[in-house]
Nanobody, 125 residues
Framework: QVQLVESGGGLVQAGGSLRLSCAASGRAFSDYRTGWFRQAPGKVREFVAAIRWSGGNRYYADSVKGRFTISRDNAKNTVYLQMNSLKPEDTAVYYC??????????????????WGQGTQVTVSS
């Protein structure tokens, strides 16, 4: 059973930075992809970024390109989301998700089988 545990959310002013962490356990991750999604009140859950454990391919939503960076530490089984130049519209609950279905779309939430509990990110103007 895969477990994903997020941490690092909080309150920050516009222009500030936060780093989210997603600690994974429960399986080997060589054929795995971890993604970050977010959901603001009254909005659908949207893709933010994803990374493959093997090879390190990275993918980003257009809205965060150049501001957010996804990375992984294989030794710690942890994926990070470094968020810089934060904007009020980045306010949401951020979820870590995992999938072994690597041939399917990295940006579709339905492809991901394992989800964390979510962490709140609030950006004040």
């Amino acid at each position: 059973q895969v477990q994903l545990v997020e941490s690092g959310g909080g309150l920050v002013q516009a222009g500030g930075s936060l780093r989210l962490s997603c600690a994974a356990s429960g399986r080997a991750f060589s054929d795995y992809r971890t993604g970050w999604f977010r959901q603001a009140p009254g909005k659908v859950r949207e893709f933010v970024a994803a990374i493959r454990w093997s090879g390190g391919n990275r993918y980003y939503a257009d809205s965060v390109k150049g501001r957010f960076t996804i990375s992984r530490d294989n030794a710690k089984n942890t994926v990070y989301l470094q968020m810089n130049s934060l904007k009020p519209e980045d306010t949401a609950v951020y979820y870590c998700a995992g999938s072994s279905r690597l041939l399917l779309s990295y940006s579709s939430s339905s492809v991901y089988d394992n989800w964390g509990q979510g962490t709140q990110v609030t950006v004040s103007s």
